[in-house]
């Protein structure tokens, strides 16, 4: 018996490892930078705590979650290892004791916070301390193409190097992107010796519904699984305190936790939850990292998640002992509406923003797909697999037709406007809706126009929410919202390729909803509004004040209603005077345009949105006419903007009042031309 396996039965008490396990511990015996990607479940932290007894010195074990650090801290403990964290939530003599551990040399494993990372003296302390590996758990929060991105964790490279120690990171969930950043923020570039362990949990049954009285579809589902432990997700604070009372006044034994919650009552919780049997817990996704309460028998969600990974890190959850567990995903129009909308007025760049419109598109394929959710699961994670038998639609395939067609419709009123549009003006197009927008850009005279009449609104709704679960189609961020077609929907359009479309969808989107609330503006305006508020955001936080001082929200509403492309068009906006104007005009429109606008002279902004305002640009181009005299051969002359602006403003109708703003000489060369000017002005 070798000497990790003897520590693996003797300390921790297992006769043998998971799969994949042994050789991840074998290189972080030997001193390798590992990255490994693991399932939750997969026995993420047995890869460094066992290899941290074998080594010499202290293994430095950062993590994102204090309620994480203490309870392996106490498990560790338990079986005899001397372990220890630096925590917010220490008490004096706690600190004290792990300080005597490092300081006498008998500590293994010490964790940290990444905020801890921030003190100036972190570094001598643990080269004082003879830290000999660093252990990164959730290392996908270094990532900001991730889903849980920490600022803090950017810190850990820069430890590594001043430390000169071996790096081991470990996360569950990391696509291409993430694992790029990983590597590049954690090991310079330079590849580790990685492993990706499969990402199935097959014990876990995994189904989707669309929303048809939420509340009523939780309380059920609770109720049939009366007794057992389970997670419900829920997007807001609100939503987790009136959910968690609904079940308890249905007699299940529920608590509520969120981020705004005080401390202590959020260790509470967390605390009943690890030691409760059958308690419910009603969140946000502020709970759930670092969970390690094997038995969980069920995850809700009461609300889309706002991603692919998400969703896996949080159904990971249930069922990390093996037994059967089971998901329940509940998502509606509104719930993509309200995630599309967090993205397009997050301040990422527009790459980001761009990939997380794929990663939300990803996560509606798996809603709407018409296959093994599971197979659809691994897919995106870069594996294959036979269909499981452990789904929804395994239990019940859903009736599908061939949509090529009404799909190539769709692909082709995109392409002819230029993928300049959103939705809702693609399906004007294609209903022959005569709106202004149609035909103020002359839309009703394209082929396609009135082409999809065989369906209504609803049901092309339902169809253009497939086609970006299929991916054929993301919402542009530079375009506000505008959808393009992805490389996936070409060979459809040329008729390569054909696409199924599920039944049940289109049915659905033809029964009557119960009312939603209006929207503050059109489907098609959304994404614009988003891009303003977030601009407002960012000038609001540089000048520390709120952010309806810069504009209020019925300014910005009319922005994206007319979207301006000049100061003038902005000045006439409701709630934008020449102060505003002159301070952020330019910045909003270069938002509504996806550039900046032409440079003005202070002289001609002062004007904007006034009736003077066009005869300064007339007068402009006359004097650009008249600057060589008549003849085009005099001596080059030109007025001050400031005299532009009087004349502009004055509109004087004489000789003798020209050359009292312009002098005698200039007034010689520009008086007729400007007067003619001011002439078809009146």
Same mark, same amino acid.
């Given at each position: 018996m070798t000497g990790t396996q003897a520590i693996l039965r003797d300390v921790f008490g297992f006769d043998g490892y998971r799969p994949g396990q042994e050789e991840i511990v074998d290189a972080v015996v030997a001193g390798q930078p590992v990255l490994a990607i693991m399932p939750t479940g997969g026995g993420k932290s047995l890869c460094y705590q066992l290899p941290a007894l074998i080594r010499e010195g202290v293994t430095l074990v950062v993590?994102?979650?204090?309620?994480?650090?203490r309870d392996q801290v106490r498990g560790l403990r338990e079986v005899g290892v001397a372990a220890g964290a630096l925590t917010s939530g220490?008490? #004096?003599?706690?600190?004290?004791?792990?300080?005597?551990?490092?300081?006498?040399?008998?500590?293994?494993?010490?964790?940290?916070?990444?905020?801890?990372?921030?003190? +100036?003296?972190?570094?001598?302390?643990?080269?004082?301390?003879?830290?000999?590996?660093?252990?990164?758990?959730?290392?996908?929060?270094?990532?900001?193409?991730?889903?849980?991105?920490?600022?803090?964790?950017?810190?850990?490279?820069?430890?590594?190097?001043?430390?000169?120690?071996?790096?081991?990171?470990?996360?569950?969930?990391?696509?291409?992107?993430?694992?790029?950043?990983?590597?590049?923020?954690?090991?310079?570039?330079?590849?580790?010796?990685?492993?990706?362990?499969?990402?199935?949990?097959?014990?876990?049954?995994?189904?989707?519904?669309?929303?048809?009285?939420?509340?009523?579809?939780?309380? &059920?589902?609770?109720?049939?699984?009366?007794?057992?432990?389970?997670?419900?997700?829920?997007?807001?604070?609100?939503?987790?305190?009136?959910?968690?009372?609904?079940?308890?006044?249905?007699?299940?034994?529920?608590?509520?936790?969120? &981020?705004?919650?005080?401390?202590?009552?959020?260790?509470?919780?967390?605390?009943?939850?690890?030691?409760?049997d059958g308690l419910i817990v009603v969140a946000t996704v502020a709970f759930g990292m670092g969970v390690d309460k094997p038995d969980i028998r069920w995850v809700a969600h009461a609300d889309l998640p706002k991603s692919i990974e998400s969703y896996y890190q949080e159904i990971g959850r249930a069922g990390r002992d093996g037994a059967p567990a089971e998901t329940l995903t509940l998502f509606g129009s509104d719930d993509i509406r309200l995630r599309r909308a967090q993205i397009d007025e997050g301040l990422a760049p527009p790459e980001r923003r761009h990939a997380d419109h794929g990663r939300l598109n990803a996560l509606l394929g798996l809603a709407e797909t018409h296959g093994c959710r599971r197979q659809r699961l691994l897919t995106y994670f870069g594996e294959t697999s036979e269909p499981c038998s452990n789904c929804d639609l395994c239990d019940t395939?859903?009736?599908?037709?061939?949509?090529?067609?009404?799909?190539?419709?769709?692909?082709?009123?995109?392409?002819?406007?230029?993928?300049?549009?959103?939705?809702?003006?693609?399906?004007?197009?294609?209903?022959?809706?005569?709106?202004?927008?149609?035909?103020?850009? +002359?839309?009703?005279?394209? #082929?396609?126009?009135?082409?999809?009449?065989?369906?209504?609104?609803?049901?092309?709704?339902?169809?253009?929410?497939?086609?970006?679960?299929?991916?054929?189609?993301?919402?542009?961020?530079?375009?506000?919202?505008?959808?393009?077609?992805?490389?996936?929907?070409? #060979?459809?359009?040329?008729?390569?390729?054909?696409?199924?479309?599920?039944?049940?969808?289109?049915?659905?989107?033809?029964?009557?909803?119960?009312?939603?609330?209006?929207?503050?503006?059109?489907?098609e305006d959304a994404p614009l509004l988003s891009?303003?508020?977030?601009?407002?955001?960012?000038?609001?936080?540089?000048?520390?004040?709120?952010?309806?001082?810069?504009?209020?929200?019925?300014?910005?509403?009319?922005?994206?209603?007319?979207?301006?492309?000049?100061?003038?068009?902005?000045?006439?906006?409701? +709630?934008?005077?020449?102060?505003?104007?002159?301070?952020?005009?330019?910045?909003?429109?270069?938002?509504?345009?996806?550039?900046?606008?032409?440079?003005q002279h202070p002289a001609r902004r002062k004007l904007a949105g006034k009736d003077a305002g066009p005869v300064y640009d007339d007068l402009l181009e006359a004097q650009t006419r008249m600057s060589r005299g008549s003849c085009g051969t005099l001596k080059p002359m030109t007025c001050s903007a400031s005299q532009l602006a009087k004349v502009a403003e004055a509109q004087p109708q004489e000789l003798a009042e020209m050359a009292r703003i312009l002098g005698d000489k200039r007034a010689e060369r520009f008086a007729a031309a400007f007067l003619d000017v001011l002439q078809k002005a009146s």
């Open positions: 993590s994102p979650l204090i309620a994480l650090m220490n008490t #004096p003599e706690e600190n004290d004791a792990v300080w005597s551990a490092l300081e006498d040399g008998s500590l293994k494993l010490l964790y940290v916070a990444p905020e801890r990372l921030a003190s +100036g003296g972190v570094v001598s302390m643990l080269r004082r301390s003879g830290v000999s590996m660093i252990a990164v758990d959730e290392a996908h929060c270094v990532s900001q193409w991730g889903h849980d991105f920490r600022p803090d964790y950017l810190r850990i490279g820069e430890l590594r190097r001043a430390l000169d120690v071996p790096l081991a990171a470990f996360t569950a969930t990391a696509d291409s992107e993430t694992r790029a950043e990983i590597v590049a923020r954690l090991f310079d570039g330079s590849a580790p010796t990685s492993f990706l362990r499969g990402f199935d949990r097959p014990n876990i049954h995994l189904a989707f519904a669309p929303k048809d009285k939420p509340r009523t579809q939780i309380l &059920g589902f609770a109720d049939a699984r009366r007794g057992q432990s389970g997670i419900v997700y829920c997007g807001t604070r609100a939503k987790t305190e009136t959910l968690a009372q609904g079940l308890r006044d249905d007699g299940h034994n529920a608590c509520h936790y969120h &981020g705004g919650m005080e401390a202590d009552d959020r260790r509470a919780v967390e605390t009943r939850f690890a030691r409760e395939p859903p009736e599908v037709f061939d949509g090529t067609q009404a799909v190539r419709k769709a692909l082709s009123a995109a392409l002819r406007t230029g993928e300049m549009f959103g939705a809702g003006h693609l399906i004007d197009i294609l209903l022959g809706t005569l709106t202004d927008k149609v035909r103020m850009r +002359g839309h009703d005279a394209l #082929p396609t126009f009135g082409v999809g009449r065989e369906y209504d609104r609803k049901v092309w709704q339902a169809i253009f929410r497939q086609m970006m679960g299929h991916d054929l189609m993301r919402p542009d961020p530079e375009r506000h919202g505008a959808l393009r077609m992805t490389d996936a929907a070409r #060979p459809i359009l040329r008729g390569e390729a054909k696409v199924e479309l599920r039944k049940d969808a289109l049915r659905r989107a033809q029964t009557k909803d119960r009312p939603i609330a209006k929207m503050m503006v059109s489907e891009a303003l508020k977030a601009k407002r955001r960012v000038l609001a936080e540089a000048a520390a004040l709120p952010a309806y001082i810069i504009f209020n929200d019925r300014t910005l509403i009319e922005m994206a209603e007319t979207r301006p492309t000049t100061l003038d068009a902005m000045a006439r906006i409701s +709630g934008v005077g020449a102060k505003k104007l002159e301070r952020y005009g330019s910045d909003f429109l270069a938002v509504v345009a996806g550039d900046a606008p032409p440079s």
